[in-house]
Structures are given as C-alpha cells and as structure tokens.
C-alpha cells in the first residue's frame, strides 16, 4: 500500500493506536473501570450524579497518559505529516496527547482532550495536567461553577464537525487506524468518502464492522503497517 506525493490524505484514528502504547480502551470485554462500564462514567448524566467518581476517572487516564509513550504509528504519521504538510489532515477520536508528542501538528480531537477542562458555565477549556481525586473538586475562578473534563462525552456533540466534513470533502485519500468503525459520525466518514469516490484504507489488527465500505484492508498492527507507508510515491 502507497501514499503518493499528490494524496491529500485525511487521516482518522481511534483507541487501537493508543492501545498500542498500552492504554485501556475501556470497551468490549474485559474493558471495565473500577466494576463501571466507561458508558456509565463518560455522560453528562454521571456528571449530574457524581462529579467526583467522573473526575477520579479522567485523573487516572490523565494519569496512564503521561506514563505512556508515543509509538511507530504515531510516529510514522508525523512523518508523512511533514512530508504532505497542508495536505495532510489527522482527526483522531483519542483524547490522550501522543499524536502531539510524536510530532503530529494538523491534528483535531473530536472527542475532546485529556489535558484541557472547562468550566461548564463560561465553557472556556485550558490547560490542565491536575488529578482531581478527592471531594476537594475544582471550580471556576471567574464565576465558582464547576469545572469538568473537556472531553465530548456520550451523548454529546464532537467538536467541530464543520472542519471534519470541509476536510474530508477535498481529501483525495481517507485512512482509518484502529477504530472499529462501531461509533457515528465516525464510523460514516467512510460511507462519505465512497459517495465522493475517494480511496478509503483501513489498518487495525480485527476486521472492522464496515469492513465492506473499504477499498483496502490492512490487518495488521498500526505500529507494523504504518511506518512501511512512510515512503512517499513522487
Ligand atoms: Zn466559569
């Protein structure tokens, strides 16, 4: 499989490429927090309910994220990030920052980021690498409200969709690392991509839900598949 000089590649990852660096995806069997399904700590009604059970949540995978290291699959596409430059799009639906840490620029989270939070009244998000463990949680220093995860949580909207479909509508490629292809919009970027007639490519260990949707399937690791894509065609 070869990306060329002339692609204008819109890139889409999900938990599998973060598993890889040996974060929990929280799904399928075997995927439980603490005896709670992530559906269970990851709504807007789990916030209503116990802000601090939500909050221990987010600080212990604020916690495995700054443990955990970027891999040859991020790195491969930071590589064919600076090769493609502005032709290069990556949306991923992690929240953990190793795209960042690999080099990644161009890069949107839909599903929000791990180290920002926002107060949920002035919904203004900012840094934050804290761990909120304790009844002890934190507040708006402009208006006192509470401050929650930025992170988009079930039931939510995914952050920005505009700039996703203005992107998708030019890519002349679409690659899909690592998500099973199970949650919307997502998991319809693929069908978008096959009304417009792009090629769409598919890399992850298992057959995704929508397997048929691809062009080409790669099963395979992300972090064994990728870095051979790095070597552009002129
Ligand atoms: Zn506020």
Request: aromatic share 8%; proline share 6%.
């Amino acid at each position: 499989m070869r990306l060329t000089l002339q692609d204008r590649l819109f890139v889409l990852t999900g938990a599998g490429i973060s598993a890889e660096s040996g974060l929990a995806t929280f799904r399928g069997s075997g995927g439980l927090w603490n005896g709670y399904r992530v559906e269970e700590v990851a709504t807007p009604e789990a916030w209503e309910a116990d802000p601090e059970l939500v909050w221990r949540f987010y600080s212990m995978r604020r916690r495995d994220a700054l443990a955990a290291q970027p891999n040859a699959a991020h790195l491969a596409l930071a590589r064919i990030e600076d090769k493609l430059g502005d032709r290069f799009y990556l949306c991923t639906q992690n929240v953990d920052d190793l795209h960042e840490r690999a080099g990644s620029r161009r890069i949107h989270h839909m599903h929000g980021t791990l180290f920002q939070s926002r107060c949920v009244r002035c919904n203004k998000p900012f840094p934050d690498q804290s761990f909120y463990e304790t009844l002890d949680l934190p507040t708006c220093k402009t208006c006192a409200s509470p401050i929650r995860p930025h992170i988009v949580w079930f039931g939510e909207i995914p952050l920005n969709m505009d700039a996703i479909y203005r992107e998708l509508d030019r890519a002349t490629t679409l690659l899909v690392v690592g998500t099973s292809g199970s949650v919307y919009p997502a998991a319809g970027f693929v069908d978008i991509a096959n009304r417009r007639g792009i090629r769409t490519i598919y890399i992850g260990p298992e057959e995704p839900l929508n397997t048929h949707a691809f062009d080409d399937i790669i099963l395979s690791l992300a972090t064994q598949a990728l870095p051979s894509m790095i070597e552009l065609v002129p």
